[in-house]
Structures are given as C-alpha cells and as structure tokens.
C-alpha cells in the first residue's frame, strides 16, 4: 500500500448492498460485483492464524470483496509495519494515525505464516510509514530474509509505499534483497490525485518502479489502477503508456468501491466488457500481463499471475533468440 496504501483500493465489499453516496441516495452495487460472505473452514483457518501471529491483512483492513475465496485456498495478503497509516488517501479504509513502534518479532512471524500455511507465493504489503526516516524500507528488507531463511521455495512480491521523500539508499536496499515481483500501485489517473491520493505525486511513483527496473531487470515489476472514480477512459490509456516507458511488466486494473461514505464516492461501476476492452488495450501495449476485471486486485490470484507472467517471459526472451 504504498502511496499509503495502494493496494487498499480493495474497499468495502463485506456488505454487498447498497452504497450511500453524499447525497443520501442508495447507490446499489451491480451483480458483477457481489460476493458470497466467507463462511469456509480455510477462512477461518487462515483468520485463526493470522489472529495468534498478530499479524494484520489488507484483505480485512481494507474490506477486499475477495477475502472468501482467497482466505479459503490460504491466500491472503499481509500488512507490514502495523495497521495505522501516515496518510489519508480518499480511497482508503485503513486507519490514518500515528503508528505503533516497528514490532521486531513481525519478520519472523510473517515467515512462519507463510510456511504453516505452505505458500508458493506471498504478497506483503504495509501502511505508509513516512514518520520513519527510512519510510520502513529495512522491515521489508527484513521479511523478505526471514521469508527467504524460513521458507526459501516461497516467491515473494512486496507491494510497497512510495517512499516519497526518502533517501533512494532506502529503496535500493529492498532493491538489493530480489523480491521476485516489486509491486507499487499508482492508483489513478495524475489528474485525479490531488483529491485522491493528496500525500502522493504521479511522477515519482512511476519513477520508484523505473528505478526498480533500471537497477535489476529480472525484478518483475507491477503496478494498477481502480477505475469508477471519474477517470476518462484516454486518461487511462495515458497511465497505460506511462507504465510501459517505465518498462513495467504487469497491469492490473479493478472497480473502485467505496468503503464507508465518508471515502470517494463512486463515479462509475466500469461494466466486465469495459474491462476486457481495457485489457485488450493494455495487451496491445505490450505488458508481460494484464489482469483487468471488476474484482481484480493488486494481490488477487498473485501465485497464479506470478507462474503466468514468468512463462510470458520466458517465451518472450525465446522469441528473441530464434529472431
Ligand atoms: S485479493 Fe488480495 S487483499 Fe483481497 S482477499 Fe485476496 S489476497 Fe487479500
């Protein structure tokens, strides 16, 4: 989460009824994006876990409409650095505050997670820490080597803050420990950022994943985008080019919620045939991989996306070679 959040777009979904907008009128979600309430054992299990490791979840602070189905195959997403953020984004359901003091036993605990509940691939997140003079970049660098240490089989994808205003040392030092996929969210179009994502700047978001890029190019890169805020549909192809000229590999892109009404209001429900026509664009764009879908999120279906955007690789760097 990035920005402070970036993968909190995953707003409010545990009710699937109506959203009250500003006005006090009843906005009602459209069947494409309800979800069944998550009653599986493997829901409660992963919860039960995550409960005595003390861990805190985007999947539940940010009320991700996926939590079912992802709790249930033991997929869930982990939120570094405490549950209180920095910022206050306009999309955001995690807390903004002052945060607690860095817990020291989190790294460990995140890898014993990760391998009692026997992950291929992991998806840490955190809260914007911008009270830390490093922005939190050493506890990243410090799960991802007691992940490596404890479950060295597990792929890891960090999706991180922007460390906007921080030494670029900070950033180069997570760079340094090879996360295999390096995710950071731009979330919406630049236009929209001063009333969606006041504490964060466009630019130097796109520029953290060129550097990325730039410093270790097996590093796969990823980023998205909700749409539904009030976005038109060029500024998105905008986004889309401006994340290919940073050479990022994977796009993803979802249906913007709104968590309580005092969040964005919703502009738009953007229909699945919108969707696919996005991702047919962004394809076109030459992604290594898009996954556009009402439901889609930063971390939804991350193990399987990872395999897939590695044989897209692959296949790709054979193309060349025969070429
Ligand atoms: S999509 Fe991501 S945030 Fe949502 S429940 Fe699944 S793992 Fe958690």
């Excluded at 998205?224 to 892109?253: K, N, P, W």
């Excluded at 913007?256 to 045939?273: D, I, N, S, W």
């Excluded at 296949?315 to 070429?323: D, G, I, R, T």
Aim: proline share 7%; glycine share 6%.
């Amino acid at each position: 989460m990035a920005s402070r959040r970036d993968s909190r777009y995953l707003a409010g979904m545990s009710e699937a009824d109506p959203i009250p907008t500003p006005r006090g009128e009843r906005q009602r979600k459209p069947d494409w994006i309800r979800v069944k309430a998550p009653i599986s054992q493997g829901y409660m299990q992963t919860k039960a876990l995550m409960r005595s490791l003390n861990l805190a979840t985007v999947c539940e602070e940010a009320a991700c409409p996926n939590i079912g189905e992802c709790w249930t195959k033991k997929h869930a997403t982990v939120m570094i650095l405490g549950d209180t953020c920095t910022r206050a984004c306009a999309f955001c359901n995690v807390k903004t505050g002052m945060p607690r003091a860095v817990d020291p036993l989190e790294p460990e605990h995140v890898a014993t997670a990760a391998a009692e509940l026997g992950l291929e691939h992991i998806v840490i997140t955190s809260v914007d820490r911008d009270d830390l003079p490093d922005g939190g970049a050493m506890q990243f660098v410090k799960v991802i080597e007691a992940l490596r240490r404890e479950t060295p089989s597990t792929t890891i994808e960090i999706l991180t803050p922007d460390f906007r205003n921080k030494s670029e040392a900070a950033v180069e030092k997570i760079i340094q420990a090879r996360p295999d996929v390096y995710n950071h969210n731009l979330e919406t179009v630049p236009r929209l950022y001063p009333t969606i994502r006041p504490g964060a700047r466009y630019y130097a978001s796109l520029r953290l994943l060129e550097s990325v890029k730039r410093h270790d190019p097996s590093i796969f890169t990823k980023s998205g985008v909700m749409v539904g805020l009030g976005e038109q549909r060029l500024e998105v192809h905008q986004v889309m080019d401006d994340m290919r000229s940073a050479d990022i590999d994977f796009l993803t892109m979802g249906q913007y919620l709104q968590p309580t009404p005092r969040h964005a209001k919703v502009e738009e429900f953007v229909t699945p045939q919108a969707f696919s026509a996005y991702g047919a664009i962004a394809r076109a764009k030459g992604f290594l991989l898009v996954a556009a879908s009402p439901l889609t999120r930063s971390s939804y279906h991350a193990g399987d996306d990872f395999a897939k955007m590695k044989a897209a690789r692959e296949a790709k760097l054979a193309a060349a070679q025969q070429s």
